[in-house]
């Protein structure tokens, strides 16, 4: 029999998510059952996944269906009661959908009340938690509870590496399903094949141009080196917040002509100029795990990380790349110039034994599997 499984998340077709969009095509295209997205806001309208935006559909056909809602259903009722008409009309459409499977992609898209709801009606829910919201948010008391009361809702608890299935293990005794995010094969003229020796530390950083990326300290970085006589080529693709302040920066320290910000570049363009750089640093405060990390190792980019989250589960010491200590970012610079000197080939040889655990296809079988169970 077909199931009805709805993918929830807060915003669809941000051109900063098409990991998002091309994970829910190839669910569809890998399962006889009918996947769709649910979604408060949507920027574009993909032909393979159906989208429903919560606040499109016709509110005279709302208030019919809560209506009849509201008549056959004394837990209706009390959701309706405690949550209010306005936010019953915006999940009613998925409410009479009868859907089987609710995939909880962002848990702050949903209120627990409608969570509840969805239980009671024997909704099969599945939560995958995001690192910001188990290694950042649950840190403040009020937001430690809630996110505990949601999580109890889910039949499955679904993380993205085995360093966040220990932290929810640690801060609320769950347990979990891990299934790594999946990258496909990269185009074959994309992979760096070999290293070519040059006088010039030649960098690349790509990521939200957030806090926790930790892009500051690679600018610093950059700083110490180039005092000490290194030549470096920074540069940094990404968009966010933080752009008038590293800028700034990077300008008070006297580094325009070492560092670039490039912005927002596309993920087929930006993947072609992998190979032109010695290595990619992500020097993150918090993570649970990288796509961006994941693609460079695809691409035999050796990386410097921070040793924190599940990147250490990407990158291994002296085999793909160099980890350091966040507690002391100066050490960030020993890493740039030991990655300058890594042996490529040995990277080259790890990358390849250990990649097949970050494929597309294993990542797409190992939710499908989360919704049989």
């Known amino acids: 029999m077909t199931k009805k499984i709805c993918h929830l998340l807060i915003a669809y077709g941000n051109k900063n998510q098409n990991y998002t969009s091309r994970l829910l ?3 569809s295209e890998n399962s006889t059952d009918m996947h769709f997205v649910f979604c408060h806001y949507n920027f574009s309208r993909p032909q393979k996944t159906k989208v429903v935006i919560s606040h499109s559909y016709s509110l005279f056909n709302a208030i019919l269906k809560s ?6 259903s004394a837990s209706f009722r009390s959701l309706v009661k405690e949550v209010g008409l306005k936010e019953i009309l915006k999940w009613i459409w998925l409410i009479d959908y009868k859907i089987d499977v609710l995939h909880v992609h962002h848990e702050h898209a949903i209120s627990l009340p409608i969570l509840k709801y969805f239980k009671s009606i024997e909704t099969k829910i599945i939560i995958s938690l995001r690192g910001k919201d188990l290694l950042v948010n649950s840190k403040q008391p009020e937001n430690f509870k ?3 009361l949601k999580l109890s809702q889910a039949s499955n608890i679904h993380c ?9 293990h640690k801060t609320y005794n769950m347990t979990s399903n891990i299934v790594y995010r999946g990258l496909p094969d990269p185009i074959a003229i994309n992979i760096k094949r070999k290293n070519l020796p040059t006088n010039v530390i030649k960098i ?22 180039k005092a000490l006589g290194y030549t470096i080529q920074l540069d940094i693709y990404g968009d966010g917040k933080l752009k008038e302040f590293l800028t700034f920066r990077v300008k008070q320290l006297h580094l325009e002509n070492e560092i670039s910000l490039k912005g927002f570049v596309d993920n087929e363009t930006l993947r072609s100029k992998y190979k032109n750089y010695d290595m990619a640093v992500q020097p993150s405060l918090y993570e649970a795990l990288s796509n961006g990390l994941i693609d460079f190792v695809f691409h035999n980019i050796p990386c410097v990380i921070s040793n924190v989250g599940g990147m250490t589960e990407v990158i291994e010491h002296d085999k ?13 610079d020993k890493a740039i110039l030991q990655t300058k000197n890594i042996n490529f080939q040995k990277v ?26």
């Open 25 to 27: 095509e190839g669910l």
């Open 67 to 72: 209506i009849k809602h509201y008549t056959n």
């Open 146 to 148: 809630a996110l505990q």
């Open 160 to 168: 993205i590496s085995n360093y966040m299935a220990k932290e929810l």
């Open 204 to 225: 690349i950083a790509v990521g939200r141009l957030a806090w926790e990326k930790g892009h500051i300290y690679i600018i610093e970085s950059a700083y110490r080196l």
């Open 320 to 332: 793909n790349g160099f980890v350091f200590d966040n507690k002391n970012m100066q050490l960030l």
């Open 348 to 373: 080259v040889a790890y990358n390849e034994q250990h990649n097949s655990k970050f494929s597309s296809q294993k990542e797409i079988n190992g939710l499908l599997g989360l919704y049989l169970q």
